[in-house]
């Protein structure tokens, strides 16, 4: 059995992004309550693996847990994307005529704004978690209380949908990174199998020293599906970059990472894994 530290309660994306990654296999959730514990899971128990949120399509980058992962002692060993469906759920007895403020992490909140515009009624509040709005309403009988969440997370804590599909974009994906302890990390993907890397590196504030990068790996024919930048604290104007690349020729990729070491100020492969569709 794997033990899995997500991000949130049971019934959370991370709940359902780390079943589908690991389908077929028996799972142990090792619930936090910020990325950060995740983290820290993954540090004190070699055996854990983690399941982290980096980017979503409408929200954008998770700037946090790219900082969280490099100063991490943790690598990428595989991805997981997840269309993200929300809901909005009550308890059993509850309906429309009787809900008079709905729950959910702000993220979630503002993917359903239309939905919550056309229900002014509705006072919206922000919570921790998806899941663990509906989780608390359950929990606690909280009547009068909504939560938006996923349908999976409704069925879990026995709340009746109101409807479903409520968020605005239906183009809504996250992408999730599952990271572990580096010694574990043959264990768990086959490296002949790799086509992808996120590699973290940091530049000289020179003219010119990014496409430098670029041109190098364009020449090995190696694919920067992502680039992101943030600022290296302290050190004004110099940035860290983060690059998601994929290759044909795992020898070719390997070689471009050694033609640009020369060039940047520092490198770290934050790992090498298996894209996802």
């Known amino acids: 059995m794997k033990r899995i530290a997500i991000q949130g309660e049971k019934g959370s994306f991370h709940d359902i992004a780390a079943h589908e990654y690991f389908s077929g296999e028996q799972i142990q959730l090792i619930c936090c309550a910020t990325f950060e514990d995740v983290f820290d899971n993954v540090r004190r128990d070699p055996t854990v693996i983690g399941m982290t949120a980096i980017e979503n399509t409408i929200a954008g980058s998770l700037l946090h847990n790219y900082e969280l992962l490099r100063q991490s002692n943790s690598v990428v060993v595989g991805e997981q994307r ?95 990174l599952v990271v572990c302890d580096p010694n574990k990390a043959d264990f768990l993907r086959p490296i002949t199998k790799s086509n992808k890397a996120s590699v973290v590196f940091a530049l000289s504030h020179e003219k010119g020293s990014l496409s430098k990068v670029l041109t190098i790996l364009s020449f090995y024919d190696i694919n920067l599906t992502k680039i992101q930048s943030l600022p290296i604290i302290g050190r004004e104007w110099e940035y860290l970059f983060y690059v998601d690349l994929t290759f044909d020729d795992i020898t070719r990729y390997r070689q471009s990472i050694d033609a640009i070491t020369p060039l940047v100020r520092s490198i770290r492969i934050l790992g090498e894994y298996e894209e996802r569709s």
């Not at 969440?149 to 809504?172: P, Q, T, W």
């Open 82 to 176: 997840l269309h993200i469906e929300h809901c909005i759920c009550c308890l059993p007895d509850d309906d429309w005529t009787t809900i008079t403020e709905v729950h959910s992490h702000p993220v979630a909140l503002m993917q359903c704004q239309r939905f919550l515009s056309r229900h002014p009624e509705l006072k919206a509040v922000e919570d921790e978690d998806t899941a663990g709005s509906a989780a608390y309403i359950s929990q606690n009988e909280k009547h009068g209380w909504a939560a938006i969440c996923s349908s999976y997370a409704a069925r879990m804590y026995g709340l009746k949908v109101l409807e479903d599909d409520i968020h605005d974009n239906k183009h809504n994906f996250t992408r999730f």
